[in-house]
């Protein structure tokens, strides 16, 4: 299994390759699928200006005449479109990885967003306990008796009135980040805060805070890099969750202007038309979506699994 | 309300109770036959009823719904011809002097006497503040009560149309009013609705027994009504279905029995399917684009400190910029009739004389430059995406044929309850670039031009529904004119020449009349008027 030399001082890639979760990652091909096949949406959506046939977002470039055409297998169907177009004139593979791109960057940022946010307050509560992890734990309880897709309307209603109506105009892709990512912290903040509380009881907590190092610093330094396990699998998990809820967001026209679509967007086109004999408007974003979350959610448990002492 | 109701019968003696006992009871029994084999009439709308209050919305989907439920003094028949409605009969006995006799013995759904009390006071609220309907009167016109039953229009300056628009100027009943608070409009822009504007209070065939905004809204018929019953329904229920799909889904489902509007890519499918049909017909509304070429520098807009709508040449180049031909095959599937007027050609006998500026993107670029904008600028389009036949489509459509000339719009499509709020008077017409589609109420050129061409101030007063600002005083001048002339060909030719002023600088750009398209049950009949009111009180439908 391992192409490295083995007589040497094993390096990192060695050592990670000789590992269980290596050795679990090869032995189950579903998920060597789903990894290639997130590598391959990730890849197109990074680099979706250079093999875009169309720029989907330049309106100059868009041509009424050519909506609506379908497929290039089916009847009428025209050789520069090959998934056809949709009520613009848009072509649909473009639209596609161009709004791949928009789809994976804010689940992506949201994720961090909440990672960032979760880790922090159950990093806090955790550590100081008292009022402080009153306070932050029971916001988390509240925030969570509401669906997360809920939360996200609500911060996105409530960051557009005080936006205004001016300046919301380009800024719609940075208030889904937003709501998205405050709407998932709460998971973090739950696992961490129980790890943190397993770990602050250990010895080498303890001596650390003997020698007077500062609290910030042996909570980050030094209980964090401990409790992380569980928090890249969630995650992972949270990151399929978040690309559902940005196209659910979108689909239902709070998330990104038809200018820029996103996924969810093309999916909300197009399902006007899906009925109408025009299907394929709604239907191939629609299919790119479900693959992509379906990828992404089975790392997502696969990594659980693999993580998880119990099931080794 | 009814806490007074019943308290006044409680004092009343043995005999009067035991008879509204023996009539509550009697009732009860009528409706619990009914009940059995209900003739439910369902539509579905891709917009919102909101507000009930009748002075909120000037726009006609609003205004059909509730013309079920109110009555103005005028109505207008299946034929879109005058009749009498809450008056009997008019008569001008001097031309600045209109005489309205009341019909009697009509009471509102809550009980009210029908008087010139009622009408009095509509005449004031219509005026009012955050009233939409107050281009339906004049403004400085004086209603005085003569008797209960007769009221006097008093003119500073003649009006052969005066009362044209009637049908839709609701009369409400003045103690209503008063007992519940509403005796100043609902405003649209207001954020959230005031009590009274959830409940309504007409003297029309329906009455609306429960209303959710933007949900559902259940009318049952009113059997206190003075007029001859032409429908067979027992309860009528609107719902919203904003999705084109999902509305048409339920309508071939049988959920509901009627569907406005069909989208045109659907048409062909809904005629095709044995229970249901589509009904067609030319509609009134002509939908344009409108320019801010009244404030000094555009809200919306990357040119600072000036403001390039006001320069003709820019607004011709973004008129010779929109393709109307692709709209009208790509997005409206030839569902459409392209319009060089700001009416509709059956509403204005010489509009045959007029001609679009063609389409030429190359022209438009040179008109740019010409203008000092080589490569364009940005701006932001505000469209309504509920309320016309593919209003967003076409909207972004024009978006990026205004690319092509370098002009970089941002399209923001929003539900119409929203874009009408801030695109109006009373938002403030915080709008640079925008749709709108107008019917005009009075079936004639003149509510055309001084609604959406004349010269208004900030706050609306002039022309209220020039949402642009476009201002032309020859334009308003004719206008005077034209209101006071009786002669037909005269007349005509001073509508024509008003119009060529705003066609020759491009004050606007007008799209098109959609085709008026109804998805119907095969079980039900109703009448389909152009102005594309829909009044149920004409329809039947099989049990």
Not at chain 2, 227 to 249: M, P, S, Y
Not at chain 2, 367 to 382: I, K, S, V
């Amino acid at each position: 299994m391992t192409p490295f030399a083995a007589d040497r001082e094993p390096g990192l890639i060695a050592r990670a390759l000789d590992s269980d979760v290596w050795h679990s990652f090869t032995r189950s091909p579903v998920v060597v699928v789903a990894a290639i096949l997130t590598a391959l949406l990730t890849l197109s959506a990074v680099f979706a200006p250079w093999i875009a046939p169309h720029d989907p977002t330049d309106l100059a470039k868009l041509d009424l005449l050519d909506s609506r055409t379908p497929p290039l297998w089916l009847e009428g169907g025209d050789k520069r479109f090959l998934l056809g177009t949709d009520n613009q004139g848009r072509d649909m593979l473009s639209a596609i990885l161009y709004g791949l791109q928009i789809s994976i960057g804010v689940s992506v940022l949201a994720v961090m967003l909440a990672m960032t946010i979760g880790v922090t307050a159950g990093l806090v509560a955790g550590y100081f306990g008292g009022w402080i992890e009153s306070a932050i734990m029971r916001v988390a309880d509240v925030q969570l008796t509401f669906p997360a897709i809920l939360t996200a309307l609500l911060i996105n209603g409530a960051a557009r009135a005080m936006l205004g109506n001016k300046s919301v105009d380009g800024a719609e892709f940075w208030v889904l980040v937003v709501s998205i990512g405050l709407s998932f912290w709460v998971q973090y903040a739950r696992t961490v805060r129980g790890s943190t509380l397993v770990e602050k009881n250990k010895d080498y907590v303890q001596a650390a805070r003997l020698i007077g190092i500062r609290p910030l610093a042996i909570m980050f330094r030094h209980v964090l890099p401990n409790v992380l396990g569980p928090v890249l699998v969630i995650a992972t998990i949270n990151l399929a969750l978040a690309i559902i809820t940005e196209a659910t967001l979108s689909f239902l026209g709070v998330g990104l202007p038809p200018s820029h679509p996103s996924l969810g967007t093309l999916v909300r086109i197009g399902n006007d038309f899906l009925l109408s004999g025009e299907w394929w408007i709604a239907l191939f974003p629609g299919f790119v979506l479900a693959l992509l979350a379906l990828a992404v959610n089975m790392l997502g448990d696969w990594l659980r699994d693999a993580l998880n002492p119990k099931l080794r | 309300m009814t806490g007074q109701n019943d308290a006044g019968e409680e004092q009343g003696s043995g005999q009067m109770r035991l008879r509204t006992l023996f009539l509550a009871s009697a009732l009860a029994v009528g409706l619990g036959v009914t009940a059995a084999n209900a003739v439910t009439f369902r539509y579905a709308f891709q917009g919102d009823l909101n507000a009930l209050d009748p002075y909120t919305l000037n726009e006609t989907f609003t205004l059909g719904a509730l013309g079920n439920v109110y009555e103005g003094l005028t109505k207008r028949d299946k034929e879109l011809k005058i009749i009498p409605g809450l008056a009997e009969r008019w008569e001008t006995p001097e031309p600045t002097r209109w005489r309205f006799y009341l019909r009697k013995g009509v009471k509102f759904a809550g009980g009210e006497d029908f008087t010139a009390d009622d009408v009095v006071f509509s005449v004031e609220r219509a005026l009012a503040p955050g009233s939409q309907v107050s281009t339906r009167l004049p403004k400085d016109v004086k209603a005085v009560k003569v008797d209960d039953h007769t009221v006097d229009f008093v003119l500073s300056s003649p009006n052969p149309i005066l009362h044209a628009e009637w049908d839709t100027w609701y009369i409400m009943s003045k103690k209503w009013a008063e007992a519940n608070g509403a005796t100043k409009p609902q405003p649209a822009t207001g954020k959230e609705l005031n009590n009274f504007a959830l409940k309504s209070n007409g003297t029309g065939p329906f009455v609306i027994t429960s209303h959710e905004p933007a949900v559902k809204t259940v009318f049952k018929p009113n059997p206190g009504w003075w007029g001859q019953k032409e429908h067979n329904l027992d309860e009528v229920i609107f719902t919203t279905i904003k999705q084109d799909a999902t509305r048409v889904a339920a309508l071939l489902s049988g959920e509901v029995d009627m569907i406005e509007p069909v989208p045109v890519q659907d048409m062909q499918r809904i005629d095709a399917n044995p229970t249901t049909s589509v009904m067609t017909g030319p509609e009134l509304r002509t939908i344009h684009l409108y320019f801010d070429s009244k404030r000094d520098e555009l809200l919306y807009s990357s040119v600072k400190g000036k403001n390039p709508f006001k320069d003709a040449r820019v607004r011709k180049a973004f008129y010779q910029a929109i393709d109307i031909e692709a709209i009208k095959s790509r997005v409206m599937r030839n569902l459409s009739v392209p319009s060089a007027l700001l009416i509709s050609p059956l509403l204005f006998a010489k509009a045959g004389d007029f001609k679009r500026h063609p389409y030429d993107p190359e022209a438009a670029k040179k008109l740019l430059a010409e203008a000092g904008y080589p490569n364009g600028f940005e701006l932001t389009m505000h469209c309504p995406n509920d309320r016309y036949v593919n209003d967003e489509a076409i909207c972004q459509a024009a978006t990026a044929m205004l690319a092509r000339i370098g002009v970089k719009a941002t399209l923001q499509a929003q539900p119409k309850a929203q874009f009408f709020g801030r695109a109006g008077a009373s938002g403030g017409f915080d709008t640079s670039f925008g749709m709108l589609g107008w019917t005009p109420g009075s079936f004639d050129s003149w509510n055309v031009i001084v609604n959406l061409v004349g010269c208004r101030d900030e706050k609306g007063n002039g022309g209220p529904f020039n949402y642009g600002g476009y201002c032309n005083k020859k334009v308003d001048e004719l206008a005077e004119k034209i209101l006071v002339e009786a002669d037909t060909a005269k007349r005509d030719a001073m509508i024509s020449e008003a119009y060529k002023i705003v066609h020759d600088e491009a004050g606007f750009i007008p799209l098109h009349q959609q085709t008026l398209a109804w998805g119907v049950s095969k079980k039900v009949k109703m009448v389909q008027r152009p102005d594309d009111q829909i009044l149920f009180y004409w329809t039947t439908k099989q049990p």
